[in-house]
């Protein structure tokens, strides 16, 4: 048995029977029950372990293996050194744009910011429901007859608009303190850019919502003000661009089942602490179940609350992932090969210089983007190909 035990610099937020404890820098994080909490106090306070085990005894009655509670806080890297002896971790990741302090941002916490912003939303809406005809329909982006050029402008304003709803919530959270960073990522086959603020648990509510919802505000704000701009002075492909691609933007916030920003705003509001990782194994001991092949999963460790939204979220994200690969099948696999068809045979029979390069960029945009998923789908899941790797060269 050890004696004494060094933690991490820690935080802690009460929520609900439970508290939240965890490192702000690295994002990890556990749920403790009353009695966990009393003993990392009591670990915390320079106890050894024997003595912490028989002072938390004597005040609950209750016997805890504290071995193994300090083994699984080493686990979720919260522990620094067990009797002198460092605990080997993962440095923090690097945050994106260090230079911005908390203290610079922290204006963007403020309500008079967020009831501006609101006020904005709701003149552009106002003005799009009393002039509906301000609403471009597709046909806006396709601006050029050359597909390069569409292509070209579409990508450069989406990825623009993204990094804007990126920064915004890069921002917000790093004028709560947590570092964050942004960097891509995949959602079945979309390739995207996505905001690690994970330390974001340990703020209270208010600010973990402004989080949450601050990229959603940002591109609501960009539509509105795009409706304003073409009400005083007349339609332009640049806001009918713009306002599509916000409202396309938008509309994916509703997949949830992606793990977009309202599925962070409805798993803080519902309570769950990983619903999107508890509802696969709830879908997987149902799929055992109906196999035959009943196992336990860690749907029954949670709270019959917490199990009641992990089914109908369950229902969501099964529902949701096969109509997504649904539509990838017959719909964005054909466009994409009728598109690399057409410009491989223009680079090999067309002689006009025009179509020869509009047929390059095109295979170039495309290549890009699916390099560029690759990398990020194996930065995810590589590791699991390594450890099967190493399995199987001992096996």
Same mark, same amino acid.
């Given at each position: 048995?050890?004696?004494?035990?060094?933690l991490?610099?820690?935080?802690v937020?009460?929520?609900?029977?439970?508290?939240?404890?965890?490192?702000?820098?690295?994002?990890?994080?556990?749920a403790?029950?009353?009695?966990?909490?009393?003993?990392?106090?009591?670990?915390?306070?320079?106890?050894?372990?024997?003595?912490?085990?028989?002072?938390?005894?004597?005040?609950?009655g209750r016997?805890?293996?504290?071995?193994?509670?300090?083994?699984?806080?080493?686990?979720?890297?919260?522990?620094?050194?067990?009797?002198?002896?460092?605990?080997?971790?993962?440095?923090?990741?690097r945050?994106?744009?260090?230079?911005?302090?908390?203290?610079?941002?922290?204006?963007?916490?403020?309500?008079?910011?967020?009831?501006?912003?609101?006020?904005?939303?709701?003149?552009?809406?106002? %003005?799009? &429901?009393?002039q509906?005809s #301000? @609403?471009?329909?597709?046909? !806006?982006? *396709?601006?050029?007859?050359?597909? /390069?050029? $569409?292509l070209?402008t579409? %990508?450069t &304003?989406?990825w623009?608009? #993204? @990094?804007?709803?990126?920064? !915004?919530? *890069?921002?917000?959270?790093?004028? /709560?303190? $947590?570092?964050?960073?942004?960097?891509?990522?995949?959602?079945?086959q979309? @390739?995207?850019?996505?905001?690690?603020?994970?330390?974001?648990?340990?703020?209270?509510?208010?600010?973990?919502?402004?989080?949450?919802?601050?990229?959603?505000?940002?591109?609501?704000?960009?539509?509105?003000?795009?409706?304003?701009?073409?009400?005083?002075?007349?339609?332009h492909?640049?806001?009918?661009?713009?306002?599509?691609?916000?409202?396309?933007?938008?509309?994916?916030?509703?997949?949830?089942?992606?793990?977009?920003?309202?599925?962070?705003?409805?798993?803080?509001l519902t309570?769950?602490?990983n619903?999107?990782?508890?509802?696969?194994?709830?879908?997987?001991?149902?799929?055992?179940?109906?196999?035959?092949?009943?196992?336990?999963g860690?749907?029954?460790?949670?709270?019959?609350?917490?199990?009641?939204?992990?089914?109908?979220?369950?229902?969501?994200?099964?529902?949701?992932?096969?109509?997504?690969?649904?539509?990838?099948?017959?719909?964005?696999?054909?466009?994409?090969?009728?598109?690399?068809?057409?410009?491989?045979?223009?680079?090999?029979?067309?002689?006009?210089?025009?179509?020869?390069?509009?047929?390059?960029?095109?295979?170039?945009?495309?290549?890009?983007?699916?390099?560029?998923?690759?990398?990020?789908?194996?930065?995810?899941?590589?590791?699991?190909?390594?450890?099967?790797s190493?399995?199987?060269?001992?096996?």
């Amino acid at each position: 048995m050890t004696n004494r035990v060094l933690l991490h610099e820690l935080g802690v937020r009460r929520d609900r029977e439970e508290w939240i404890v965890g490192r702000i820098s690295t994002g990890d994080f556990v749920a403790l029950p009353e009695v966990g909490m009393r003993a990392l106090q009591l670990l915390q306070s320079g106890l050894p372990i024997a003595d912490a085990q028989s002072r938390l005894r004597q005040e609950t009655g209750r016997t805890l293996d504290i071995d193994s509670f300090v083994r699984g806080l080493a686990e979720a890297g919260l522990v620094a050194a067990i009797d002198g002896n460092p605990v080997p971790a993962v440095a923090p990741p690097r945050p994106t744009l260090p230079w911005i302090r908390p203290v610079s941002v922290r204006w963007t916490l403020s309500p008079v910011l967020h009831i501006c912003v609101a006020a904005v939303i709701a003149i552009g809406t106002i %003005i799009l &429901v009393r002039q509906p005809s #301000l @609403l471009p329909n597709w046909r !806006a982006i *396709l601006w050029s007859p050359s597909g /390069a050029a $569409v292509l070209f402008t579409q %990508i450069t &304003v989406g990825w623009l608009m #993204l @990094l804007i709803h990126e920064l !915004a919530h *890069l921002v917000t959270a790093r004028a /709560a303190g $947590v570092p964050g960073r942004i960097a891509f990522g995949t959602r079945l086959q979309f @390739l995207v850019v996505q905001t690690d603020v994970s330390g974001i648990w340990l703020a209270p509510r208010r600010v973990r919502l402004t989080v949450y919802l601050s990229g959603i505000a940002v591109d609501c704000a960009l539509c509105a003000v795009c409706v304003m701009l073409s009400l005083l002075t007349g339609p332009h492909s640049v806001y009918s661009i713009v306002l599509l691609t916000g409202i396309a933007m938008l509309a994916t916030q509703a997949f949830v089942f992606m793990r977009t920003d309202l599925y962070f705003l409805l798993q803080d509001l519902t309570g769950c602490r990983n619903m999107y990782s508890d509802a696969i194994a709830y879908v997987r001991r149902g799929l055992a179940r109906l196999m035959g092949r009943p196992r336990p999963g860690p749907i029954t460790e949670v709270s019959r609350r917490e199990r009641r939204w992990l089914t109908i979220y369950g229902i969501v994200l099964v529902g949701g992932t096969i109509a997504c690969l649904g539509v990838f099948v017959t719909i964005t696999l054909p466009v994409t090969a009728t598109l690399v068809v057409r410009s491989v045979r223009a680079l090999t029979s067309s002689h006009r210089l025009a179509a020869v390069v509009d047929a390059a960029a095109v295979l170039a945009i495309l290549t890009t983007s699916q390099l560029l998923w690759l990398r990020a789908w194996w930065r995810r899941h590589g590791h699991r190909f390594h450890r099967r790797s190493r399995s199987d060269a001992r096996l």
